[in-house]
């Protein structure tokens, strides 16, 4: 009696938003992509549109949040390597190499989708490398992508 009560009271707090999503909705193009919900705090009756703008919004203000993402949408990584740029344009490159070995993490998943054509050959070239010439590397693939204008570095 008292799991069917608990069951209810899921289904009820879900339907009222009241729990935190950590995915976007079953059948959704992107529904291999996970978040900790503690970091984002997105009630689970969001439209997948707006979970991707609030999660974007968050990489934005907060970069090191997007190490809690697994298998980041295009449009995600795309904020990350905005930042990771504007990091280099203001000589931060130890922080955009910490950012940029984030998104080298998040493409240890077969499920990623490229936010650039190439991107995933370039961070598989390095593997075995040391993280800096990783870094360095994939710096170079971004600089080579943006001039070539492969990567629209706008939300």
């Known amino acids: 009696m008292s799991s069917v ?17 950590d995915s976007f909705p079953p059948g959704h193009q992107y529904a ?12 689970s009756d969001t ?3 707006e979970i991707e703008r609030r999660i974007c919004d968050a990489i934005t203000n907060t970069p090191l949040v997007f ?17 990771i740029g504007r990091r280099l344009q203001h000589n931060h490159e130890r922080e ?3 950012l940029a070995s984030l998104l080298i993490r998040a493409y240890v ?25 990783r870094v360095r590397a994939l710096f170079a693939f ?10 629209e570095m706008r939300n």
């Open 67 to 83: 190490a809690h993402i697994e298998n980041p949408t295009p449009r995600m990584q795309r904020v990350l390597i905005d930042v």
């Open 32 to 43: 291999r992509t996970r978040w900790t919900g503690a970091y984002f705090d997105i009630p």
């Open 96 to 98: 955009a190499a910490q």
């Open 109 to 133: 998943s077969p499920h990623i989708i490229e936010a650039a054509p190439g991107l995933r050959r370039a961070i598989e070239a390095t593997e075995g490398y040391e993280a800096p010439a």
């Open 47 to 49: 439209k997948a549109d």
């Open 5 to 21: 009560i608990i069951d209810w009271v899921k289904k009820l707090s879900h339907a009222l938003g009241f729990d935190t999503a």
């Open 142 to 151: 971004l600089a080579d992508a943006h001039n070539d204008n492969v990567i």
